[in-house]
């Protein structure tokens, strides 16, 4: 990909006119493949300052195993693996030189609050080994993060609410072992309702690849309960990526599966192309299904997707309300009874994977 191709507001909206999973243990959810345009792009690309405060709230999530806390300059090593060799990439494949290791995505919409997808973290043993990292991304050409400062990087301490519905509602939201320090809180729609061709943005670890942001995808249809059908350039990683309104910038829903990603073409794979209204689609659970369990944000306001309806999230959404798609599951672990920052830093990554 160019890497002098920006993405602004006005690129999204002129795109749209010319128009997993845990990645080793989640094989059963699939997702994603490029629709029209491979609209992904590197944090070095983007050039809008609104979109960058977006994307500057999304997570990755590892495995405690593969993070090393280098004590003596605060930082935290983290352990990637080659996509190009993992994935048996065909040359000229986007993305083919950069690194992987992110198993799911996350997004930052509490003081200590992250959202992802259900299958993502859904147990105390889960919960334990996840380490919710910010600053997986690339923000200067050819700079590939091997690194992140020690304070970048936080851990699980509760599950508040998750959910997995077999084609339907998939989310956990997760209370992190802090407060999170320099980064923002992202709104989200409490409208509960959102309409078809509302223009949207996704930015996640697609693959487990440092964070991309993809515009030019709209709402398919929004009509199945707990979900709506997009046609997001999205893969194996991108689960639990914040689903944007390209308008508003409130989030709209959590990327939680799709169609297949790969092609095996001579030898090698690239990934599956679908024209814009083609394929199944990518599917976003609705946030309805979890706004009520996240704080509103002072002075927030309500976010509106351009219905006339409103009322709250709860009334608009009974998937959220419905027992059996429910579950709170209580962890016993929880970093912030550690006695002291040393302490808790430590222990952040003395768990192994799971």
Same mark, same amino acid.
């Given at each position: *990909?160019?890497?002098? &191709?920006?993405?602004?507001?006005?690129?999204?909206?002129?795109?749209?006119?010319?128009?997993?999973?845990?990645?080793?243990?989640?094989?059963?959810?699939? =997702?994603? $493949?490029?629709?029209?345009?491979?609209?992904?792009?590197?944090?070095?690309?983007?050039?809008?300052?609104?979109?960058?405060?977006?994307?500057?709230?999304?997570?990755?999530?590892?495995?405690?195993?593969?993070?090393?806390?280098? /004590?003596?300059?605060?930082?935290?090593?983290?352990?990637?693996?080659?996509?190009?060799?993992?994935?048996?990439?065909?040359?000229?494949?986007?993305?083919?030189?950069?690194?992987?290791?992110?198993?799911?995505?996350?997004?930052?919409?509490?003081?200590?609050?992250?959202?992802?997808?259900?299958?993502?973290?859904?147990?105390?043993?889960?919960?334990?080994?996840?380490?919710?990292?910010?600053?997986?991304?690339?923000?200067?050409? #050819?700079?590939?993060?091997?690194?992140?400062?020690?304070?970048?990087?936080?851990?699980?301490?509760?599950?508040?609410?998750?959910?997995?519905?077999?084609?339907?509602?998939?989310?956990? =939201?997760?209370?992190?072992? &802090?407060? $999170?320090?320099?980064?923002?809180? @992202?709104?989200?729609?409490?409208?509960?309702?959102?309409?078809?061709?509302?223009?949207?943005?996704?930015?996640?670890?697609?693959?487990?690849?440092?964070?991309?942001?993809?515009?030019?995808?709209? $709402?398919?249809?929004?009509?199945?309960? #707990?979900? +709506?059908?997009?046609?997001?350039?999205? !893969?194996?990683?991108?689960?639990?990526?914040?689903?944007?309104? /390209?308008?508003?910038?409130?989030?709209?829903?959590?990327? $939680?599966?799709?169609?297949?990603? !790969?092609?095996?073409?001579?030898?090698?794979?690239?990934?599956?192309?679908?024209?814009?209204?083609?394929? @199944?689609?990518?599917?976003?659970?609705?946030?309805?299904? =979890?706004? &009520?369990?996240?704080?509103?944000?002072?002075?927030? /306001?309500?976010?509106? %997707?351009?219905?006339?309806?409103?009322?709250?999230?709860?009334? *608009?959404?009974?998937?959220?309300? %419905?027992?059996?798609? *429910?579950? +709170?599951?209580?962890?016993? +672990?929880?970093? @912030?009874?550690?006695?002291?920052?040393?302490?808790?830093?430590?222990?952040?990554?003395?768990?192994?994977? &799971?």
């Amino acid at each position: *990909m160019n890497n002098a &191709r920006t993405l602004t507001k006005s690129t999204i909206a002129l795109a749209l006119c010319l128009a997993v999973s845990r990645l080793d243990a989640a094989s059963d959810v699939e =997702l994603n $493949v490029i629709y029209g345009d491979d609209n992904r792009l590197d944090l070095h690309q983007v050039d809008d300052p609104e979109l960058l405060s977006w994307a500057d709230s999304t997570v990755a999530l590892f495995d405690a195993s593969r993070l090393t806390l280098d /004590a003596e300059n605060g930082r935290v090593n983290l352990r990637t693996d080659s996509y190009a060799d993992d994935y048996n990439l065909c040359h000229g494949e986007p993305f083919r030189d950069q690194k992987h290791g992110a198993f799911c995505s996350g997004s930052l919409v509490g003081p200590d609050l992250v959202m992802t997808a259900g299958h993502c973290v859904s147990s105390a043993g889960e919960c334990q080994s996840t380490r919710f990292v910010f600053g997986f991304a690339i923000r200067e050409a #050819g700079a590939l993060p091997e690194s992140v400062a020690a304070s970048e990087v936080y851990g699980c301490a509760q599950i508040i609410g998750s959910a997995v519905v077999h084609n339907g509602a998939d989310w956990s =939201l997760i209370r992190l072992d &802090r407060p $999170v320090n320099n980064h923002q809180p @992202r709104t989200v729609n409490r409208s509960g309702t959102i309409k078809n061709g509302t223009q949207l943005v996704v930015i996640g670890h697609p693959a487990g690849l440092p964070t991309k942001v993809a515009g030019g995808a709209w $709402v398919r249809d929004s009509s199945p309960t #707990g979900y +709506f059908v997009a046609n997001l350039d999205t !893969y194996g990683g991108n689960s639990g990526s914040a689903v944007f309104n /390209a308008d508003t910038g409130a989030i709209e829903g959590i990327l $939680v599966r799709g169609e297949r990603d !790969y092609e095996d073409i001579g030898g090698c794979r690239v990934s599956k192309v679908c024209k814009n209204e083609e394929c @199944r689609g990518e599917d976003v659970t609705k946030i309805s299904a =979890l706004a &009520r369990l996240i704080p509103s944000a002072q002075n927030e /306001a309500l976010a509106d %997707s351009g219905d006339e309806e409103s009322s709250d999230a709860l009334a *608009m959404a009974p998937e959220a309300a %419905s027992a059996p798609i *429910m579950r +709170f599951v209580p962890v016993s +672990f929880n970093a @912030r009874s550690l006695s002291s920052a040393a302490s808790r830093l430590g222990a952040l990554f003395e768990t192994g994977a &799971r």
